[in-house]
């Protein structure tokens, strides 16, 4: 018996794969820093954990509603609602178990194979992976010069971004909803990194005129409130998607976690704190290490505007994004990701989370440093 040639058309993360390249040379007694995967490095905030230990006491533990609680998805209309400058209902709210159910659902129901989908290149993986997976053609959009394909279905946003920290402004992306309106087209939108930002706040798509009933948002709690384990994220759509992206919730999770849905109601509408504080300390971060890296022979790095990722151009090595990841893990002890794994245009370029604290990512400059004038 064979695997089905679709699974074939699939990728992977390779932050998981690198993570098990190093935890491998951790068991052989290497020192790794740990500059490879994307996730906060704070723990959950205590009031958060608290209303999960308390609804499973309150008995929290059964099925629940498949598009979420109506608690839940009221208080994510109103925070959406309020940090987009649109009127979302609860009744557009799909509540999943993280944010990767909003890509995938969204695609299965509104693409046909052969369908064009103009998707971010450098961009997290999982975009092209599922355009591919479903048949669709992938269509690389250059953020610099934003032009929407006149046979494209959907178009896929991620501001701030994932690889390169970019924040995507007013001015493109009205340019992009000028493109979009009137034709038979969608944008999802992800904007699980909503609210790391370092300058002027990122502005929704859907917030421009017209794009609302156009648009899905995805977001969620793992990065925003340090939940990447407790899965849980959501969507906001026009409600004539909502039945289709619950039929497919039903055949694939049934429902989210009810205690983790009680957990999100806290981190909503719960003291805000706990984000103001780690996204200051993700600016120290940023701006100690990126400058650093900028320091570094043959190196260049730009400053991030949003999410925790250091994207520095490498082609002043004269080694290839691969070539030099796989160095930098395996000789210097500094896991991170080959900028080609992003897609086409991420050759030349490295990805670095600097959600790790300011001394490793000060000891991993220093590695990469001593790397370099030893290589060169």
């Given at each position: 018996m064979k695997l089905a040639s679709r699974i074939e058309r699939l990728r992977i993360e390779s932050a998981f794969d690198v993570l098990v390249r190093a935890r491998a040379l951790e068991a052989q007694g290497r020192n790794i820093v740990h500059l490879e995967i994307g996730e906060p490095d704070f723990p959950t905030p205590p009031h958060i954990v608290e209303a999960a230990k308390k609804a499973l006491d309150d008995g929290y533990?059964?099925?629940?509603?498949?598009?979420?609680?109506?608690?839940?998805r009221e208080a994510i209309a109103a925070h959406v609602s309020e940090s987009r400058g649109?009127?979302?209902?609860?009744?557009?709210?799909?509540?999943?178990?993280?944010?990767k159910p909003i890509?995938?659902?969204?695609?299965?129901?509104?693409?046909?194979?052969?369908?064009?989908?103009?998707?971010?290149?450098?961009?997290?993986?999982?975009?092209?992976?599922?355009?591919?997976?479903?048949?669709?053609?992938?269509?690389?959009?250059?953020?610099?010069d934003p032009r929407i394909t006149d046979r494209a279905k959907m178009v896929i946003l991620n501001s701030p971004e994932n690889p390169t920290g970019e924040v995507l402004g007013r001015a493109a992306l009205e340019r992009i909803a000028e493109q979009v309106r009137g034709r038979d087209c969608m944008v999802l939108s992800d904007e699980i990194y909503s609210r790391i930002y370092y300058g002027e706040a990122p502005g929704s798509i859907a917030s421009l005129p017209g794009m609302q009933e156009k648009t899905i948002i995805l977001d969620g709690f793992s990065k925003t409130y340090?939940?990447?384990?407790?899965?849980?994220?959501?969507?906001?759509?026009?409600?004539?998607?909502?039945?289709?992206?619950n039929k497919l919730m039903v055949n694939s999770n049934s429902c989210t976690a009810t205690f983790t849905q009680r957990a999100a109601i806290a981190a909503l509408t719960g003291p805000q704190d706990c984000v103001v504080e780690m996204v200051a300390e993700f600016r120290k971060r940023r701006d100690a290490f990126c400058a650093a890296l900028d320091t570094v022979p043959g190196w260049k790095c730009p400053m991030p505007g949003g999410a925790f990722y250091a994207w520095p151009d490498v082609t002043g090595t004269g080694k290839s994004s691969k070539e030099l990841a796989d160095l930098l893990l395996n000789e210097a002890g500094v896991a991170c990701l080959n900028g080609a794994s992003f897609g086409a245009r991420g050759e030349g370029r490295i990805r670095f989370s600097y959600a790790n604290s300011l001394g490793n990512l000060m000891e991993a400059v220093e590695r990469i440093r001593g790397f370099m004038e030893g290589w060169g």
């Amino acid at each position: 018996m064979k695997l089905a040639s679709r699974i074939e058309r699939l990728r992977i993360e390779s932050a998981f794969d690198v993570l098990v390249r190093a935890r491998a040379l951790e068991a052989q007694g290497r020192n790794i820093v740990h500059l490879e995967i994307g996730e906060p490095d704070f723990p959950t905030p205590p009031h958060i954990v608290e209303a999960a230990k308390k609804a499973l006491d309150d008995g929290y533990t059964h099925y629940g509603p498949t598009q979420g609680l109506p608690e839940l998805r009221e208080a994510i209309a109103a925070h959406v609602s309020e940090s987009r400058g649109i009127e979302a209902k609860a009744s557009q709210v799909c509540v999943v178990p993280g944010g990767k159910p909003i890509i995938f659902f969204p695609m299965m129901a509104l693409l046909e194979p052969g369908d064009e989908v103009v998707f971010p290149d450098p961009g997290f993986p999982i975009y092209e992976s599922m355009i591919r997976f479903l048949e669709c053609v992938p269509v690389p959009l250059d953020p610099k010069d934003p032009r929407i394909t006149d046979r494209a279905k959907m178009v896929i946003l991620n501001s701030p971004e994932n690889p390169t920290g970019e924040v995507l402004g007013r001015a493109a992306l009205e340019r992009i909803a000028e493109q979009v309106r009137g034709r038979d087209c969608m944008v999802l939108s992800d904007e699980i990194y909503s609210r790391i930002y370092y300058g002027e706040a990122p502005g929704s798509i859907a917030s421009l005129p017209g794009m609302q009933e156009k648009t899905i948002i995805l977001d969620g709690f793992s990065k925003t409130y340090a939940m990447t384990g407790w899965r849980i994220g959501f969507g906001v759509m026009p409600e004539w998607l909502v039945d289709a992206v619950n039929k497919l919730m039903v055949n694939s999770n049934s429902c989210t976690a009810t205690f983790t849905q009680r957990a999100a109601i806290a981190a909503l509408t719960g003291p805000q704190d706990c984000v103001v504080e780690m996204v200051a300390e993700f600016r120290k971060r940023r701006d100690a290490f990126c400058a650093a890296l900028d320091t570094v022979p043959g190196w260049k790095c730009p400053m991030p505007g949003g999410a925790f990722y250091a994207w520095p151009d490498v082609t002043g090595t004269g080694k290839s994004s691969k070539e030099l990841a796989d160095l930098l893990l395996n000789e210097a002890g500094v896991a991170c990701l080959n900028g080609a794994s992003f897609g086409a245009r991420g050759e030349g370029r490295i990805r670095f989370s600097y959600a790790n604290s300011l001394g490793n990512l000060m000891e991993a400059v220093e590695r990469i440093r001593g790397f370099m004038e030893g290589w060169g």
